[in-house]
């Protein structure tokens, strides 16, 4: 062990001589070597860990039509105060103006729930709402009066046929609350293949099959409460696409409850199957507009031994775009994310998160990269890693980093990455864009939202560099209307204008869902909206999502 150090250390003494530049300092740190992925991230949600492993349950889902009628009937998605105490000022609501052709509860629907569900599973409880009601950001507040916890396909299925003939409103929901129970997931080891329900929690899953020597294709920040059902139903991305693809390629197949309660089978564990239309793909990122998945089956990578993460300084963002085009070229194929921040972000991080340190002290710069390889043979990944670092530096892209030498620092590497919503968060309010650009234009736009609001706002550029996908974030003290005007129609101009998408990974939702146009045809807008009213005639899945809902009527 002690040789490879010293090894290692020369290598990087060699570096700083070429460099001939005092600065240039690659902090070297004794490589470890473990998949450490699985253990160490931290959530970066504020919601609530669940550390049970393997079996989890279904889904959860709010009826989210009103029984009280004396309540206005319109559903207000207002600002709320937010954690932390910090004054968000007054906001004006979005308000959505609720569909009259939807029922409101009443007594005997609640009955009816008990006896599927039993009464324990039919919640009318402000206090058990209330998280429901409410987004991860508190920005927008639902005001459903009841959820419902099926705790099977069975249940699901009878309470949609009811809610459908009802023509009850429904909102699809997964990882906000409490677990009702649930099956084992099934694994097949030779095909690499997983099958569990999707009330399972992501963590659980990440846990469940690192035991049998695999890890899920997809990891994100919220791990530790997002259910693998909503992954799926939003597309979610993370920070393994650059390398295992998105769920529309490592899914391989579902069972979903249509909105008549019809259960379609389409639970294949085919990695090839041309048999006709493959449907499941109408459900992976339909945000639960179109059915509520009960069950997935997705192909899962073996879990490699060799990790390495590196934390780079970048002076400008070019050097951070050539210094992906260098890590694609020279790392190929055991390059496992390539991440970015810029020192705004840096900044927030350091000032609002505890315990976080920066690993690149010496100086500050205006980006910053995290690299992580892995793959399966020891020295030739130290190799490759060392030999495009020092080629990175001797090229001048690279203008100081740190290599982690164990799961601490490793951790503390991602810990500065995925903390950056929590530390915005913590800042105050934030408007925020998830945007999918050429990487070559990618930051001129947050360039020119700096430029058009000054010193009004804090305005912040991170995320999936090496998938294209920029999370811009404005951060200003409180939420002010003539500060999104600023931003809005701008920012979806603009990604237009570049041929980008309006949302890459995080789904359209109800902040987006009249922007479609943006990023879409008018001619493809009108083949989803016939799809949906095929699928779910009277619209009762997550109303007012995804498509404009005047399209709908
Ligand atoms: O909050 C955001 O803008 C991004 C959240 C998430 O997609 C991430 O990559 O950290
Ligand atoms: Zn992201």
């Known amino acids: 062990m002690k040789k490879r150090i010293a090894a290692v250390t020369s290598s990087y003494r060699l570096l700083n001589q070429k460099n001939h530049a005092s600065n240039r300092i690659l902090h070297h740190h004794r490589r470890f070597n473990a998949n450490f992925n699985q253990v160490i991230r931290s959530s970066s949600t504020s919601e609530g860990v669940t550390h049970h492993c393997g079996p989890v349950p279904l889904k959860h889902f709010l009826a989210s039509c009103r029984w009280d009628l004396q309540k206005s009937s319109l559903i207000h998605m207002q600002n709320m105060p937010i954690i932390q105490q910090r004054n968000f000022g007054s906001v004006a609501s979005t308000i959505v103006q609720r569909n009259p052709l939807f029922s409101t509860i009443n007594h005997d629907d609640i009955i009816y729930f008990e006896k599927i569900l ?44 009811y809610c459908n003939s009802r023509c ?132 899962t990578p073996a879990k490699l031994s060799a990790v390495n993460i590196a934390f780079l300084a970048c002076q400008d963002y070019i050097s951070c775009q050539k210094l992906l085009f260098q890590a694609k070229r020279r790392l190929g194929e055991i390059l496992s994310a390539f991440e970015f921040l810029d020192a705004q972000a840096m900044n927030l991080v350091l000032q609002h998160l505890d315990g976080v340190r920066n690993p690149l002290p010496s100086a500050i710069y205006n980006f910053y990269v995290l690299i992580e390889t892995t793959g399966s043979n020891e020295s030739s990944d130290k190799e490759k890693l060392e030999a495009f670092l020092l080629h990175a530096m001797e090229n001048g892209l690279v203008s100081d980093g740190a290599l982690a030498q164990d799961m601490n620092q490793a951790s503390s590497f991602w810990h500065i990455r995925e903390g950056v919503p929590e530390a915005l968060m913590k800042a105050g309010a934030v408007y925020k864009y ?60 603009w990604t237009s204008r570049h041929h980008g998408s309006i949302s890459a990974e995080h789904g359209l939702g109800l902040m987006k ?11 493809t807008v009108q083949l989803m909206a016939s799809i949906k009213k095929l699928l779910d005639p009277s619209g009762i899945l997550n109303p007012y999502k995804v498509i404009p809902p005047s399209l709908l009527s």
Not at 266 to 295: A, V
């Open 513 to 523: 869902a009249e922007k479609i146009y943006y990023s879409k045809s008018s001619g």
């Open 434 to 493: 998830d945007l999918s650009l050429p990487v070559e234009k990618m930051y001129d736009l947050v360039e020119e939202i700096r430029i058009r609001l000054g010193a009004a706002a804090n305005v912040v550029g991170y995320g999936h560099l090496g998938d294209g996908n920029l999370h811009l974030n404005v951060s200003t003290p409180q939420y002010d209307d003539t500060i999104l005007a600023q931003i809005e129609p701008f920012v979806y101009e």
């Open 168 to 299: 009850l409103a429904v909102v699809p929901q997964g990882g906000n609350t409490g677990l009702v129970g649930g099956s084992v997931p099934v694994f097949d080891e030779v095909s690499g293949v997983l099958v569990c329900d999707a009330g399972c929690i992501l963590e659980n899953l990440i846990s469940f099959l690192d035991k049998q020597g695999f890890i899920m294709p997809l990891d994100l920040g919220a791990k530790g409460s997002c259910q693998i059902g909503g992954n799926v139903s939003t597309n979610a991305g993370g920070l393994r696409l650059v390398r295992y693809g998105s769920l529309h390629g490592t899914v391989l197949g579902l069972e979903v409850v249509l909105a008549n309660g019809n259960v379609i089978d389409m639970l294949g564990t085919l990695r090839k199957d041309n048999t006709g239309y493959d449907l499941k793909h109408l459900f992976i990122g339909s945000e639960g507009s179109l059915g509520i998945i009960t069950k997935v089956s997705i192909l």
């Open 118 to 161: 039993g009464v324990k599973n039919v919640i009318q409880d402000d206090e058990e709402l209330q998280p429901a009601n409410t987004d991860w950001m508190h920005k927008y507040k639902g005001s459903s009066k009841l959820m419902l916890q099926p705790e099977n396909t069975d249940e699901l299925s009878q309470i949609l046929k």
